[in-house]
Structure formats: structure tokens, C-alpha cells
Nanobody, 124 residues
């Protein structure tokens, strides 16, 4: 059984940085596109960033572009989300996701694998 496990969440002040890591266990996901979603209390879950299977193409929500960077290490079955210039509105539960389809074909409500989430809290 494949599992996605997030780590690296925590607290930061506005303008600070955090890095999230997602580890895949059970089998390699090197052929899967992977990414991050987030959800704040009272808000809908939203797409944050994604990376294709090889790491050559990345995709970002406008709200995080130029501040967040997604990357992957297929040799270690890890993906990362480097979050810089954090804002209070970035506070959310961040979910790692994986799907065999390419990112442009994703159905955000029907992705194959989801992690349990990592909490990020940004104070002003």
C-alpha cells in the first residue's frame, strides 16, 4: 500500500521560510506527477504547486508564484515545497498528492493519492 507522508510543517513569522517534504512509501512514485494542495479553516481546498514525473516542468498557483518552489528527488522518492516570503494567508493544512496522469490532465477532486497533511502557521 502506497502512502504519502508530509513533514516540515510548523510555525513561522511573516516573511520567513519553511520547507515541506513529502515521502512516498510502499513503492516508487517516480512515474507519477506530484504536488501540493492546501486548505484553511472555512475555505475550499486549493491547488498550490505541482511537478511532472521527471521534475522538468513545474506549475504554481498565482498566489504562491515567485515565493514557493516545488522540486523532487526520484532517487529518494521525495518531493519538496520550499516556501519563502511567507504570508499569514499561507497558513493552512498542506497536503501532498500524487497521480499517474500529467498535471495538465488532473482532476483535482479525484487524484489518486493524498497525504494526511502538514500544518503551516504564519504569524504577522
Amino acid at each position: 500500500q502506497v502512502q504519502l507522508v508530509e513533514s516540515g510543517g510548523g510555525s513561522a513569522q511573516a516573511g520567513g521560510s519553511l520547507r515541506l517534504t513529502c515521502a512516498a512509501s510502499g513503492r516508487s512514485l517516480s512515474t507519477y506527477a506530484m504536488g501540493w494542495f492546501r486548505q484553511s479553516p472555512g475555505k475550499r481546498r486549493e491547488f498550490v504547486a505541482a511537478v511532472n514525473w521527471s521534475g522538468s516542468n513545474t506549475f504554481y498557483a498565482d498566489s504562491v508564484k515567485d515565493r514557493f518552489t516545488i522540486s523532487r528527488d526520484n532517487g529518494k522518492d521525495l518531493i519538496y515545497l520550499q516556501m519563502n516570503s511567507l504570508k499569514p494567508e499561507d497558513s493552512a493544512l498542506y497536503y501532498c498528492v500524487a497521480d499517474p496522469l500529467p498535471v495538465h490532465a488532473w482532476d483535482h477532486s479525484n487524484l489518486e493519492l493524498w497525504g494526511q497533511g502538514a500544518l503551516v502557521t504564519v504569524s504577522s
